[in-house]
């Protein structure tokens, strides 16, 4: 599976860091994670990862294959 973490705000590129299975794009006031997700517990540990890095995550959704 595919997804798409849409968060508040430029991510620098040290705190993109901590997400290295993933994907950044900036785009519009956004930082837009993308990237394979092994399974319902990997999404909930970046969605955790998120969370404890102070990010507010406005949209996830699955992205097409």
Known sequence: MRYE???????????A???PELDHVVMSGQTIL???VVDEAHLYG???RCRSLGLRVV?????PE
């Open 46 to 48: 970046l969605l955790a």
């Open 59 to 63: 949209e996830m959704r699955q992205a």
């Open 34 to 36: 993308y990237g394979p």
């Open 17 to 19: 860091k901590a997400f």
């Open 5 to 15: 973490i849409r968060v508040d705000g430029h991510m620098s590129e040290t705190l």
